[in-house]
């Protein structure tokens, strides 16, 4: 039997262990320039974005700068227009006051005026002799000389006063400025509104 060939082993190989040593170098060499490519990608990536977040993070600084500016001044209008709106309240009800007592003056000095309407002579002698005046066929009127928003008051009561002239047993009369006074079963109350005697008819007739 012919002896067996040993091969010799690649530990005592020159040739392959060269081989070997310039793959794992080349391996490494490989390995570091991919990790310099990417480093230098991931730099790269970093630095764009930071230069493209820089402006927009300036831009938003800016519009919350100027969204507080716009809340201050908004702040500052509405307290403007509160303190606007309770002064208007007030001149407000100064004016209705004031008006009230000019009107008030007005009337006060006007009640004893009397407009007359037709020949002034005879309606003066008529008026003298009896109640209802009539000239010529025709009806005198003569009422107080009132301002027109006293008179405007005053002609709310008509409806009410229809309503009283239904109902037996009543008497009514307009009171100066613009009062009803109601005689009722042996009573008398005085009313300032139309409501009000609305309300009396309602509850009491």
């Given amino acids: ?30 390995r570091d320039i991919v990790q310099s490519v990417i480093h230098e990608e991931n730099n790269a990536l970093r630095e764009e974005i930071r230069q493209a977040v820089s402006p927009l993070k300036a831009a938003l600084e800016t519009c919350e700068g100027t969204l507080q500016e716009h809340e201050e001044g908004l702040n500052c209008l509405d307290t403007r227009l509160e303190a606007m709106e309770k002064r208007y309240d007030q001149l407000h009800k100064d004016y209705k006051a004031l008006q009230a007592k000019t009107d008030d003056l007005e009337n006060r000095g006007r009640r004893c005026n009397i407009r007359i309407l037709h020949e002034k002579e005879q309606v003066l002698r008529l008026a003298r002799e009896r109640g209802r005046l009539e000239f010529q066929g025709r009806q005198v009127m003569i009422f107080p000389d009132f301002s027109a928003e006293l008179n405007k008051r005053r002609a709310e009561y008509v409806e009410v006063k229809k309503l009283l002239r239904e109902k037996e047993g009543v008497r009514y009369g307009l009171v100066y400025p613009a009062r009803l006074r109601v005689s009722f ?16 008819i309602a509850d009491k007739m």
């Fill in 1 to 30: 039997m012919p002896p067996k060939t040993v091969k010799p082993s690649q530990a005592g190989n020159p040739a392959a262990n060269a081989s070997n040593a310039v793959d794992e170098s080349l391996l490494n060499a490989i």
């Fill in 185 to 200: 079963q042996g009573q008398e109350k005085m009313f300032d509104t139309p409501q009000a005697v609305k309300d009396f």
